[in-house]
């Protein structure tokens, strides 16, 4: 587990990959450097921030070709970490369904709380706000604008598909 953690870590600092991970420096230090196991609460509490199954971090397999993109597509970028909430994934698994006319509405719903909720402006991340707004407002005017990401299953039968034209022309799964 010592040399999985430190592969996920990549280039980042001890600092702030312990801060993503919610512990110390040093128990990253020991965790790293098998001095010391972190507890399976912890071990869940990681994999929940890394968006990774507590599988990987314990012996090394991967669940999906999600999990497998986030593990080998390179050190993990900690300014683009998620950290939706199930609920937020429950709304975005809906958005994904909905007809392009109650994108629309919704988007401009929430364009219209955040034009009359002060304390939402001053908690926006100021990095993002200005392309997030302009992107909503344009999918205010269009619903059709809204560009829909793929579902789990869309993903994983992506992902079987790519085994089996691998498979066919002479590669393995492994």
């Known amino acids: 587990m010592a040399q999985r953690l430190r592969?996920?870590?990549?280039e980042a600092t001890q600092e702030s990959?312990?801060?993503?991970l919610g512990i110390s420096r040093s128990a990253l230090a020991n965790y790293e450097t098998a001095r010391t196991q972190p507890k399976p609460s912890q071990l869940r509490d990681f994999s929940r921030r890394l968006g990774i199954s507590d599988d990987f971090l314990l012996i090394g397999t991967f669940?999906?070709?999600?999990?497998?993109?986030?593990?080998?597509?390179?050190?993990?970028?900690?300014?683009?970490?998620?950290?939706?909430t199930p609920d937020e994934q429950t709304i975005l698994r809906i958005l994904r369904v909905c007809r392009p006319e109650s994108v629309s509405e919704i988007a401009?719903?929430?364009?219209k709380e955040f034009e009359e909720n002060r304390d939402a402006r001053a908690s926006a991340d100021?990095?993002?706000i200005s392309s997030d707004i302009a992107r909503l407002a344009a999918i205010a005017r269009d619903g059709n604008a809204f560009e829909r990401g793929q579902s789990q299953a869309e993903g994983d039968a992506s992902w079987k598909a790519f085994i089996r034209a691998a498979r066919g022309a002479g590669g393995s799964d492994r």
Not at 70 to 77: D, E, F, S, T, Y
Not at 108 to 111: E, I, K, Q, R, S
């Open 7 to 10: 592969q996920l870590r990549g």
């Open 17 to 20: 990959f312990a801060e993503l």
């Open 63 to 84: 669940r999906n070709e999600y999990e497998l993109n986030r593990i080998v597509g390179g050190p993990l970028n900690l300014d683009s970490m998620r950290y939706d």
């Open 108 to 111: 401009a719903m929430l364009l």
């Open 126 to 128: 100021p990095l993002h």
